[in-house]
Structures are given as structure tokens and as C-alpha cells.
């Protein structure tokens, strides 16, 4: 195998290459998941991949897996830290809050809940039925590799004391 010569080109353009846009909150219902599985063919390697609203595929990646428990009439402490995660909820019912805005949205068994890195969140389990049991995908193992673990809590947390990532990585 031949040793080829690399190219170049000039440091602004491949900074831009990696420059992200803040991500936003994402939820995948398990009613419509539910439909889509049921008249989707089920072709050995898989039956339907996730998508974030723009198209890409690309959700997670070095990822940990752990399960999150809410106990019933539990609430966990709002909080925002420099990993992502998705969340599957596997059994109960629930609420996930955004913070400061308060902006909320149910969880019900099967639901799929995006968490991105320093979104101000908490969960609530207002119910007595049960707990709000959550899968919990997070890229902890690379931020860790890192040594990029950060966090912040508390309900008083204003979003313009959390990094914004997106324009910290356009002024580095």
C-alpha cells in the first residue's frame, strides 16, 4: 500500500466542521412507535431506527446504560450536567420538567426521552401507583475518558449559568 500526502486546509473551515448547534429535547411516543412496529416489516437486522427531528441517526454514542427510579409521589432534584441521556421508560407514569421555564411533558411505559447535555431538568412521580422506572442511555464512559464530568443542582439554576455549549465551542 502506497503512503499518500495529506491535504489541508485552512483552521477556520474545519473548526466550523465541528461546531454544533445546542441540541434540543426530544420524545418518541410508544403509541406511535407502537404503530409504526406493528405494520413495518421485520427485516433481520432491525425494524425502525430513531431520528432526531432533522433526520439524522446519529442519537447517542459511548454510552452507559443504568435504570433510574422515581419512586411513586417521588421527585427527584432539578439538575443539569455535562452528559446526555436517554431515557426509555420501561413501567409507570411520569412527568420530566424543564427548568426554568417549567416546560413539562408526560411519560408514560414505552415513551423515549432525549435529555441533552446541560438542560436543566427533574423528573416527577405524582402518582401512588407505582414507580417511574427509566432506562438511562448516557455518554458518561466519554466524557469520563475525557475528564469532562460536570454538574450543576438545584431549582434555582438559571439557564445563562449553565456552559452554553454551542457558543463556547464557536468561541474556542
Do not use: C
Request: charged share 20%.
Amino acid at each position: 500500500m502506497p503512503i499518500q500526502s495529506g491535504s489541508r486546509f485552512p483552521y477556520p473551515d474545519f473548526k466550523k466542521r465541528y461546531d454544533t448547534e445546542r441540541q434540543e429535547p426530544v420524545v418518541w411516543r410508544w403509541a406511535e412507535l407502537a404503530q409504526d412496529l406493528g405494520s413495518a416489516d421485520h427485516p433481520e437486522r432491525g425494524t425502525l431506527a430513531l431520528s432526531l427531528p432533522d433526520g439524522s441517526a446519529e442519537i447517542v454514542r459511548d454510552t452507559a446504560v443504568a435504570y433510574q427510579v422515581v419512586p411513586a409521589e417521588g421527585r427527584t432534584t432539578a439538575h443539569a450536567h455535562s452528559w446526555y441521556h436517554l431515557f426509555v421508560v420501561r413501567s409507570g407514569t411520569g412527568t420530566v420538567v424543564f427548568e426554568p421555564a417549567g416546560e413539562r411533558t408526560e411519560l408514560n411505559p414505552g415513551d423515549i426521552m432525549l435529555v441533552p447535555a446541560w438542560s436543566l431538568h427533574r423528573f416527577e412521580n405524582p402518582g401512588a401507583q407505582g414507580d417511574l422506572v427509566l432506562l438511562n442511555l448516557m455518554n458518561i464512559p466519554l466524557l469520563s475518558q475525557l475528564g469532562n464530568l460536570f454538574s450543576e443542582q438545584g431549582a434555582d439554576q438559571l439557564p445563562d449559568q449553565l456552559p452554553d455549549r454551542g457558543e463556547s465551542a464557536r468561541a474556542a
